[in-house]
């Protein structure tokens, strides 16, 4: 069974930064593609950034020249560095991960960027 464990989230100040990672195993197959969503309350969920296998990244508008997403080490690890937070990113950060014949979530982590 294969798991997504998120992690870095907190409390931040506004114009601060945060490093979320997500981490996947029980598989011994490399990701398609891996995406950060978050959910605000009252909200729907909505696409932050986006990579693939191959490096290739996108981001939702309300983060370009903010957020950057990131594979790491080990494999079918990505990293999401979240700098000039501002309170409008106070959200639960979900991990999703595209892998071969599935496709999977983590359980989210608390991002709130406040004063």
């Known amino acids: 069974q294969v798991q997504l464990v998120e992690s870095g989230g907190g409390l931040v100040q506004p114009g601060g930064s945060l490093r979320l990672s997500c981490a996947a195993s029980g598989t011994i197959f490399r990701f398609y593609a891996m995406n950060w969503y978050r959910q605000a309350p009252g909200t729907q969920r909505e696409l932050v950034a986006s990579i693939t296998r191959d490096g290739s990244t996108n981001y939702a508008d309300s983060v370009k020249g903010r957020f950057t997403i990131s594979k790491g080490n080990p494999k079918n690890t990505v990293y999401l560095q979240m700098d000039s937070l501002n309170p409008e990113d106070t959200a639960v950060y979900y991990c999703?991960?595209?892998?071969?014949?599935?496709?999977?979530w983590g359980q989210g982590i608390q991002v709130t960027v406040s004063s």
């Open positions: 999703n991960g595209l892998f071969p014949g599935a496709n999977y």
